[in-house]
């Protein structure tokens, strides 16, 4: 292994641990307030502004982020969950329970899925390999679970 996949792969067990460590917190939280419904908790937003951090801050932060979308912890949930994509008419960046309608997701994935939408532009991120298929998965079982903060 090289150094950038040993760091790499590194990264993705961080991710893990970090999923595996946030969904045990959390559904003992859930499990006192609402018997029953620890089942349901997927990953946070803090797992995947992890991912953010280390793949697109680069370009999507400060004054005047690339596509408008700010993707740093002060704005990357307000700037996600709810609100329209500006490439791809009538999808929702992040539609809590709907990955296959969020814009956020077919950015990321394989495959052009993005186009298919009709969206516009590059595969994220943007001149770089693409997210470990652990990562994409994260983004995905957030949105599915409902894109908690
Ligand atoms: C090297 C700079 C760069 C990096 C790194 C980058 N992006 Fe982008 N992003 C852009 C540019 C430029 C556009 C607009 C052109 C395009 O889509 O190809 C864009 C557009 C987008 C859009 C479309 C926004 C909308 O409302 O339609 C999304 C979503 C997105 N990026 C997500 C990400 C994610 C998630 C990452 C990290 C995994 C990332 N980007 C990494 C430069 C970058």
Not at 52 to 77: I, M, T, V
Not at 131 to 149: F, H, K, N, S, Y
């Amino acid at each position: 292994m090289n150094r950038s996949k040993i760091k790499m792969v590194a990264s993705s067990l961080l991710v893990l641990a970090a999923a595996a460590y946030l969904s045990v917190d959390r559904g003992q939280g859930r499990a006192q307030a609402q018997p029953g419904q620890e089942h349901h908790i997927g990953p946070s937003m803090a797992v995947v502004q992890e991912i953010f951090n280390h793949n697109c801050l680069r370009c999507h932060r400060a004054a005047s982020p690339a596509a408008s979308l700010d993707l740093s912890p002060e704005g990357a949930y307000q700037q996600l969950v709810g609100r329209p994509s500006i490439q791809a008419p009538g999808l929702m960046r992040v539609q809590p329970g709907a990955p296959g309608d969020s814009y956020l997701l077919l950015k990321i994935s394989e495959g052009q899925q993005h186009l298919e939408r009709g969206g516009r532009g590059r595969r994220m991120p943007l001149g770089a390999p693409p997210l470990d298929p652990t990562q994409i998965r994260l983004v995905e079982e957030w949105i599915m679970q409902g894109a908690a903060r």
